[in-house]
């Protein structure tokens, strides 16, 4: 039996990391983002894992949801032993207050960072309803969908849109025969593009960013490797999805 994990947000950081670590002969791999990684699919190679990569832009998230519920649907749930769904792929730009954002990149954020996971949670739900096989969803949330921070009011506001959904889906599952179990979980912070990202915004507008240079001179980011790891298994906890909300650093 194998294990199915679609997981998006592959081709760098974080995610990247998770997709080395999920490399094994008895997985199969579905990673989604604009930019493959060759050194992902050399990886993928050597463990004898079954990998497809798509290139998609999730900012236009539709039509990537309803090829991911065709090809679900072109699957026999019954050759897996487990199916797991990683909505991890993220934006943080635009960076500073709401009115100097450009519109464009807000809906790009917006869409992204939380129409995304949406749009792909349904097509998981829906496409893999009659599975036996235990499902799982694992929204890559943040500390900042739980605390407000200056010159981030889209980010902030995704990842609490993220959370608060992620709740609801609980709800609704725990009303089905076989529920899949969801979690929306905070991975600490990670020595990725994302933090150079931050640590590069302008203070004028964005007055924590000191505290992000902080936290790189002081080394207190986690390598990538060391985040998936942490996540990995907190995603094989027994008791995956009895709290939906949940920080890896309370783990
Ligand atoms: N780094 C941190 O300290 C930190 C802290 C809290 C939460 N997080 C969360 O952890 C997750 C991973 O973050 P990270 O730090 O690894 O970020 P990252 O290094 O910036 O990588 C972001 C990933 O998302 C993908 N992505 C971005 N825009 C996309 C789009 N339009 N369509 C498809 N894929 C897209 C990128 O792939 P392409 O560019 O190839 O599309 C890349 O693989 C995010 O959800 C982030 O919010 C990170």
């Known amino acids: 039996m194998q294990h199915l994990t679609i997981l ?68 026999d749930g019954a050759a897996f032993a487990s199916a797991t769904l990683i909505n991890n792929a993220g934006v943080v730009d635009p960076i500073g207050p709401l009115d100097a954002a450009d519109p464009q990149a807000m809906a790009r954020l917006l869409r992204v960072d939380l129409e995304a996971p949406m749009q792909l949670c349904a097509a998981f739900l829906a496409a893999t309803r009659s599975w036996v096989a ?22 902030c506001a995704a990842k609490a849109g993220m959370d608060h959904f992620s709740r609801c889906v609980a709800l609704d599952e725990a009303r089905q025969a076989q529920p899949v179990r969801i979690v929306s979980l905070a991975p600490g912070v990670i ?29 207190a980011l986690a390598s990538p490797a060391q985040a998936a790891g942490k996540l990995l298994a907190f995603l094989a906890r027994e008791d995956f999805g009895s709290t939906v909300i949940a920080d890896v650093r309370d783990a």
């Not at 236009?60 to 519920?69: I, K, M, N, T």
């Not at 235990?134 to 980010?155: D, E, F, Q, T, V």
């Open 191 to 219: 020595d990725t593009d994302m933090q150079a990202e931050l640590r590069a915004g302008d203070p004028a507008g964005f007055p924590d960013r000191d505290n992000f240079v902080r936290l790189k001179q002081t080394q």
């Open 134 to 155: 235990p499902r799982k969803i694992l929204n890559i949330s943040s500390g900042l969908g739980r605390r407000a921070m200056a010159g981030s009011a889209l980010y």
């Open 8 to 75: 998006t947000g592959a081709s760098r950081g974080m995610g990247l990391a998770l997709a080395e670590q999920l490399c094994a002969p008895d997985a199969v791999l579905l990673c989604i983002s604009r930019q493959t990684s060759d050194p992902l699919a050399v990886r993928a190679g050597a463990k004898g894992t079954a990998l497809t990569q798509w290139q998609a832009d999730l900012a236009d998230p539709v039509p990537v949801a309803e090829r991911l519920r065709s090809w679900l649907a072109g699957l």
